[in-house]
């Protein structure tokens, strides 16, 4: 079959429109004999019988797995080069109490960038230590709130911060320990919405204006230097953006060194993952092998001993482990213009979520791909686009998608690689529930968080006699 002139160029025609790509589906995802996905051996059938749609799914084992390969490739590769390194999920990506504990049971910290993050992180029972707080605008309480439960760092994301926290741990008896985020210059090669080190942007101290930030935080009795830290961008696929923050990061941590310890250097996130067939995300275990050479390779220029070192991924870890599965209300095949008098047809297929669940492709045009999953189909594939049921011409799921041409009402959708900042970012556009969470796991499929019903929206309305408006 030839590609429809509306398909992008990395979009093929696939020879099989049921086949799952391993690098796109969580490790478990399967066919049954009737041809239903099944992940973690829990039908989709089942999940949206029991649970309705829309339904986020997560494979639980395969978040564990993740996050234990991904602590283990760090900890080897810079352990090669004599440093320690230490992982931190960036809970951002999707934190809830159970995510938070297989996390942790895998051996990794975890990173919160809000009040509501950390009560969140709390809540399921780490030690405090564990935690570090991320965040460019945080307010007194929650700075108060992190110092007094005795988190194992604070980020501090601008020179009139270190004051600030400085005098919270005062007041509060407390040494903190602090790293202090640079704005390296690097420009990490992903979607511009997404690069977060370029010099024109909110984040971090410039590097020029780093060592007076050093130096106040060494000053103070209350606060205690653990480095410096980076997170150059997300969904990134080669080690050469994180190489360059290294050799920056690395020239001031040894210009630091030489009045006081600088223990750690934190190397911040942004593996990427891949949505679709056409992305290929290097092994993590080769984007740690780069960066400890990277890292090697200037400790040895600049003559000084390589750091220990802290990572935080949070999309690397949950992303892939995550399935949306919607419900397909309406099928609509259009003529459209493709180029010059070209006409083609684009099937919209509108499902009963979109962005409230997941504002991805909303926000900054992210990629996803798209299967049913309630049966196979023999129906030759057509382009598709999975738009959502909001009131918004841009609210789309699925840019671009082959599906069976029998995709009709009532089947199943699902949406793979929805781990990482789906539920994270969902919200109720058009006073839409959000969707429950549901942890698969050896068979058995169980509610960790639980989703909303319209109740739940109508007791937030305070015209309305019984809502909660305190
Ligand atoms: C978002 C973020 C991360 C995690 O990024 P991923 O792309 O999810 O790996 C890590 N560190 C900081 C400071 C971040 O803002």
């Given at each position: 079959?030839?590609?429809?002139?509306?398909?992008?160029?990395?979009?093929?025609?696939?020879?099989?429109?049921?086949?799952?790509?391993?690098?796109?589906?969580?490790?478990?995802?399967?066919?049954?004999?009737?041809?239903?996905?099944?992940?973690?051996?829990?039908?989709?059938?089942?999940?949206?019988?029991?649970?309705?749609?829309?339904?986020?799914?997560?494979?639980?084992?395969?978040?564990?797995?993740?996050?234990?390969?991904?602590?283990?490739?760090?900890?080897?590769?810079?352990?090669?080069?004599?440093?320690?390194?230490?992982?931190?999920?960036?809970?951002?990506?999707?934190?809830?109490?159970?995510?938070?504990?297989?996390?942790?049971?895998?051996?990794?910290?975890?990173?919160?960038?809000?009040?509501?993050?950390?009560?969140?992180?709390?809540?399921?029972?780490?030690?405090?230590?564990?935690?570090?707080?991320?965040?460019?605008?945080?307010?007194?309480?929650?700075?108060?709130?992190?110092?007094?439960?005795?988190?194992?760092?604070?980020?501090?994301?601008?020179?009139?911060?270190?004051?600030?926290?400085?005098?919270?741990?005062?007041?509060?008896?407390?040494?903190?320990?602090?790293?202090?985020?640079?704005?390296?210059?690097?420009?990490?090669?992903?979607?511009?919405?997404?690069?977060?080190?370029?010099?024109?942007?909110?984040?971090?101290?410039?590097?020029?204006?780093?060592?007076?930030?050093?130096?106040?935080?060494?000053?103070?009795?209350?606060?205690?230097?653990?480095?410096?830290?980076?997170?150059?961008?997300?969904?990134?696929?080669?080690?050469?953006?994180?190489?360059?923050?290294?050799?920056?990061?690395?020239?001031?941590?040894?210009?630091?060194?030489?009045?006081?310890?600088?223990?750690?250097?934190?190397?911040?996130?942004?593996?990427?993952?891949?949505?679709?067939?056409?992305?290929?995300?290097?092994?993590?275990?080769?984007?740690?092998?780069?960066?400890?050479?990277?890292?090697?390779?200037?400790?040895?220029?600049?003559?000084?001993?390589?750091?220990?070192?802290?990572?935080?991924?949070?999309?690397?870890?949950?992303?892939?482990?995550?399935?949306?599965?919607?419900?397909?209300?309406?099928?609509?095949?259009?003529?459209?213009?493709?180029?010059?008098?070209?006409?083609?047809?684009?099937?919209?297929?509108?499902?009963?979520?979109?962005?409230?669940?997941?504002?991805?492709?909303?926000?900054?045009?992210?990629?996803?791909?798209?299967?049913?999953?309630?049966?196979?189909?023999?129906?030759?594939?057509?382009?598709?686009?999975?738009?959502g049921k909001h009131c918004e011409g841009g609210d789309i799921l699925v840019h671009a998608e082959y599906l069976p041409a029998d995709t009709a009402p009532g089947d199943l959708l699902a949406v793979p690689a929805t781990g990482a900042y789906g539920w994270a970012m969902s919200n109720n556009y058009n006073w839409i529930p959000r969707p429950p969470v549901v942890a698969v796991r050896d068979g058995a499929a169980r509610v960790i968080v639980r989703g909303e019903t319209i109740d739940d929206l109508l007791r937030r309305d305070a015209g309305i006699e019984g809502s909660t408006t305190t």
């Amino acid at each position: 079959m030839r590609a429809n002139p509306l398909a992008p160029e990395r979009l093929a025609v696939p020879a099989d429109v049921n086949a799952l790509a391993p690098t796109v589906w969580p490790s478990s995802a399967s066919r049954d004999e009737h041809g239903v996905l099944r992940i973690a051996g829990v039908s989709a059938r089942a999940l949206a019988d029991r649970f309705g749609t829309p339904v986020y799914v997560v494979d639980e084992a395969d978040v564990r797995a993740r996050a234990a390969r991904i602590r283990a490739a760090f900890v080897g590769a810079f352990g090669e080069v004599g440093a320690t390194a230490r992982v931190y999920y960036a809970g951002k990506a999707f934190l809830c109490t159970e995510v938070a504990r297989w996390v942790v049971d895998a051996g990794l910290g975890i990173d919160v960038a809000s009040g509501g993050e950390l009560a969140v992180a709390l809540a399921a029972g780490p030690d405090p230590a564990l935690i570090g707080v991320h965040g460019n605008a945080k307010s007194d309480a929650e700075l108060r709130r992190a110092v007094e439960v005795g988190v194992g760092s604070i980020v501090l994301d601008s020179i009139a911060e270190v004051d600030r926290v400085a005098t919270i741990a005062a007041e509060l008896g407390r040494i903190q320990p602090v790293r202090l985020r640079i704005n390296s210059g690097v420009h990490a090669s992903t979607h511009e919405y997404l690069a977060t080190a370029h010099e024109d942007q909110k984040f971090g101290v410039p590097i020029s204006q780093a060592p007076e930030a050093v130096a106040a935080i060494r000053a103070s009795g209350a606060l205690r230097f653990l480095g410096l830290h980076s997170h150059i961008g997300s969904q990134i696929f080669e080690t050469e953006g994180f190489a360059a923050a290294i050799r920056r990061l690395m020239a001031l941590h040894a210009e630091l060194l030489r009045g006081g310890p600088v223990p750690q250097l934190n190397l911040g996130g942004g593996f990427g993952i891949a949505y679709t067939d056409a992305d290929d995300p290097m092994p993590v275990e080769d984007i740690a092998d780069g960066m400890a050479a990277a890292l090697a390779e200037s400790a040895g220029e600049l003559g000084i001993p390589v750091p220990d070192v802290a990572l935080e991924p949070g999309r690397s870890i949950v992303g892939p482990a995550g399935v949306t599965l919607y419900r397909v209300e309406v099928v609509k095949p259009l003529q459209v213009h493709a180029s010059g008098d070209v006409l083609a047809t684009r099937t919209y297929v509108s499902v009963d979520g979109g962005m409230s669940d997941n504002i991805r492709p909303a926000l900054y045009r992210a990629e996803y791909s798209a299967r049913i999953a309630g049966r196979v189909s023999d129906a030759e594939p057509v382009l598709a686009r999975v738009a959502g049921k909001h009131c918004e011409g841009g609210d789309i799921l699925v840019h671009a998608e082959y599906l069976p041409a029998d995709t009709a009402p009532g089947d199943l959708l699902a949406v793979p690689a929805t781990g990482a900042y789906g539920w994270a970012m969902s919200n109720n556009y058009n006073w839409i529930p959000r969707p429950p969470v549901v942890a698969v796991r050896d068979g058995a499929a169980r509610v960790i968080v639980r989703g909303e019903t319209i109740d739940d929206l109508l007791r937030r309305d305070a015209g309305i006699e019984g809502s909660t408006t305190t």
